[in-house]
């Protein structure tokens, strides 16, 4: 069923620039549902996810301060194909719930699901939502920036974006997307708002067709 209120699926690649522009999303009113957030909530000590995750990896799965081990998780995933899979079969229905939740208590905004791997499990989201944007724009720019962060190299970043869906399939999922290349904030907040104008219905073209 699709959803009464607008509802936008936003995704994009590690230093896209989605966090970006999701927060210039909510400065023109839209509530934000940060799955990744829901995730992180779920797998903290105590959080909701936590006794299915034990049950299915053991009591190694958890780390001294009772949060979810995540290089635990990494390195399990890494050595057992079937691992990623399995924690994905706990994790994302509850994810799920959560931000349906999360999104009902604010009905009446445009609501946006920041969803960093949604054209990895592109399924239930499209299904959650009217809209899909992507933020995108070339490797080597997603490098230079996550590497500029504290405690990242352009080593590391590597490595995370090749985990990530590519470019071609994000925009495979994609209504809309947004270039980040080779433009400032300020002209990035400027797309962001052409976007909201096509998506609330008061303009007639999508930032960029995919
Ligand atoms: P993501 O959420 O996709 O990982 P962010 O929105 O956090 O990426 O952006 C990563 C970094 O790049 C941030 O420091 C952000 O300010 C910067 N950035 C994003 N887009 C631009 C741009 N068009 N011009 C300059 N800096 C940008």
Known sequence: MKPCVPTLGLTGGIGSGKST??????????????????????TRAGGAAMPALAAEFGAAAIGADGALDRAWMRRLAFEDR????????????????????????HRGRPLVYDVPLLAESRGPWRARCDRILV????VRTQVERVAARPG??????????????DRGARRAVADAVIHNDAISLAELA????????????????????P
């Open 21 to 42: 522009v999701a927060q210039r999303l909510v400065e023109l009113g839209a509530h934000l549902v940060d799955t990744d957030a829901i995730a992180r909530d779920l």
């Open 82 to 105: 079937t691992a990623k899979a399995r924690l994905e079969a706990i994790l994302h229905p509850l994810i799920g719930a959560a931000a349906l939740q999360l999104a009902a208590a």
């Open 135 to 138: 933020v995108d724009c070339t």
């Open 152 to 165: 990242w190299t352009a080593e590391a970043a590597r490595r995370v974006i090749a985990q990530q869906a």
């Open 190 to 209: 400027s797309e962001v708002d052409r976007f909201m104008a096509w998506w609330l219905g008061r303009d007639g073209r999508p930032v960029v067709a």
